[in-house]
């Protein structure tokens, strides 16, 4: 039984090695706690289903089911955990869609070691706010600007929430937002949670995908 607080995790890829180099990474730090592992995505949606861990480490290119696949099979569950796309590649399509569809983010799997660990735990306390550069980088390049007019919610933001929502849609952080825009980080993230409120997103990589599919960044 995991101790109090502790952050469980499942990772799912086809490679062995890769995993047991993850395992050792994870397992080594107090907070986090390694609960199943998956070679695949159909093997996946039963270890998470019984192991129902917090967080969702998944490969996106598999034998027998892509990540992809079961990502969505996995968010359609209620009380889903949340879910960070593993890839190769900087700037991948595939990435694009599963946060589009409700991934929580991506990491390459040559991240660092510590910006994965803080990935996690990043992704457990709610936020979304994964290589936020590497993010706005990707839809950038696989979302081209919409020529229609903004949605109807969009102009229910203020003046000023719509100053933070084109800060948010580049990558700022709400420390970066606070220091530029003369605020505190308390008034930011108030801010951030009304536009998110107001535009019906979950989070705030939704907010760069919206960002990016309306021309608003």
């Given at each position: 039984?995991?101790?109090?607080?502790?952050?469980?995790?499942?990772?799912?890829?086809?490679?062995?090695?890769?995993?047991?180099?993850?395992r050792?990474?994870?397992?080594s730090?107090?907070?986090?706690?390694?609960?199943g592992?998956?070679?695949?995505g159909?093997?996946?949606?039963?270890?998470?289903?019984?192991?129902?861990?917090?967080?969702?480490?998944?490969?996106?290119?598999?034998?027998?089911?892509?990540g992809?696949t079961?990502?969505a099979?996995?968010?359609?569950?209620p009380?889903p955990?949340?879910?960070?796309?593993l890839?190769?590649?900087?700037?991948?399509?595939?990435?694009?869609?599963?946060?589009?569809?409700?991934a929580?983010g991506?990491?390459?799997?040559?991240?660092?070691p510590?910006?994965?660990?803080?990935?996690?735990?990043?992704v457990?306390?709610?936020?979304?706010?994964?290589?936020?550069?590497?993010?706005r980088?990707?839809?950038?390049?696989?979302?081209?600007?919409a020529?229609?007019?903004?949605?109807?919610?969009?102009?229910?933001?203020?003046?000023?929430e719509?100053?933070i929502?084109?800060?948010?849609?580049?990558?700022l952080?709400?420390?970066?937002i606070?220091?530029?825009?003369?605020l505190?980080?308390?008034?930011?993230?108030t801010?951030?949670?009304?536009?998110?409120?107001k535009?019906?997103?979950?989070?705030?990589?939704?907010?760069?995908?919206?960002?990016?599919?309306?021309?608003?960044?």
């Amino acid at each position: 039984m995991s101790a109090a607080g502790t952050i469980r995790v499942v990772l799912v890829d086809d490679q062995a090695l890769f995993r047991a180099g993850i395992r050792m990474l994870v397992g080594s730090q107090p907070d986090l706690e390694i609960v199943g592992e998956a070679s695949d995505g159909r093997e996946a949606l039963s270890v998470v289903r019984a192991s129902r861990p917090d967080v969702v480490l998944m490969d996106i290119r598999m034998p027998v089911m892509d990540g992809l696949t079961a990502t969505a099979e996995l968010l359609r569950d209620p009380d889903p955990p949340r879910i960070v796309m593993l890839t190769t590649f900087d700037l991948d399509e595939a990435a694009a869609r599963a946060i589009r569809e409700g991934a929580s983010g991506f990491l390459l799997k040559d991240a660092e070691p510590e910006f994965l660990l803080a990935a996690i735990r990043t992704v457990h306390s709610g936020s979304a706010v994964i290589a936020a550069s590497a993010t706005r980088d990707l839809f950038a390049h696989f979302s081209a600007p919409a020529q229609s007019a903004p949605p109807r919610e969009y102009a229910d933001l203020t003046e000023r929430e719509r100053e933070i929502f084109a800060l948010a849609a580049r990558g700022l952080s709400n420390a970066e937002i606070a220091a530029r825009e003369f605020l505190s980080e308390a008034t930011v993230k108030t801010h951030i949670s009304r536009i998110l409120t107001k535009l019906g997103l979950r989070d705030r990589v939704q907010l760069v995908v919206f960002a990016y599919e309306h021309g608003l960044a």
